[in-house]
Nanobody, 127 residues
C-alpha cells in the first residue's frame, strides 16, 4: 500500500518562499504521476502542479505559474513543490497525490484521476 507524507509547510510572510516535499513509499516510485493540490477554507480542492513519471513533463496551474515549480528525485522517492513570491491567497492545506501511470509522459490535473493522497500540510501566508 502506497503512503504519501507531505512536509515543509508553515507560516510565512507575503513574498517569502517555502519548499514542500512529498515522500512516497510502498511501490515503485518511478511508476507514479505525482500532483500537488491545495484547499483553502470553504473552497474546493484545486490543482496546483503535477509531474510525470519521468519528470520530463510538468503542468503548473495558471494561478501559480511563474512562482511555483515542481520537481522529483526518483532516487529519493520525493516530489518537491518550490513556492516563491508567496501571496496571502496561497494560504491553504497542500496535498500531494499519486497515481500509477502507463505512459511516462502522462500528467494528470484532475483530483478524481488520483487514487492515493497524503494527509496535507498547512501553508499560511500573512500580508
Amino acid at each position: 500500500q502506497v503512503q504519501l507524507v507531505e512536509s515543509g509547510g508553515g507560516l510565512v510572510q507575503a513574498g517569502d518562499s517555502l519548499r514542500l516535499s512529498c515522500a512516497i513509499s510502498g511501490r515503485t516510485f518511478s511508476t507514479y504521476v505525482v500532483g500537488w493540490f491545495r484547499q483553502a477554507p470553504g473552497k474546493e480542492r484545486e490543482f496546483v502542479a503535477a509531474i510525470s513519471r519521468s519528470g520530463g513533463s510538468t503542468v503548473i496551474a495558471d494561478s501559480v505559474k511563474g512562482r511555483f515549480t515542481i520537481s522529483r528525485d526518483n532516487a529519493k522517492n520525493t516530489v518537491d513543490l518550490q513556492m516563491n513570491s508567496l501571496k496571502p491567497e496561497d494560504t491553504a492545506v497542500y496535498y500531494c497525490a499519486a497515481q500509477v501511470a502507463v505512459f511516462s509522459s502522462s500528467v494528470y490535473t484532475k483530483t478524481d484521476l488520483y487514487r492515493d493522497w497524503g494527509q496535507g500540510t498547512q501553508v499560511t501566508v500573512s500580508s
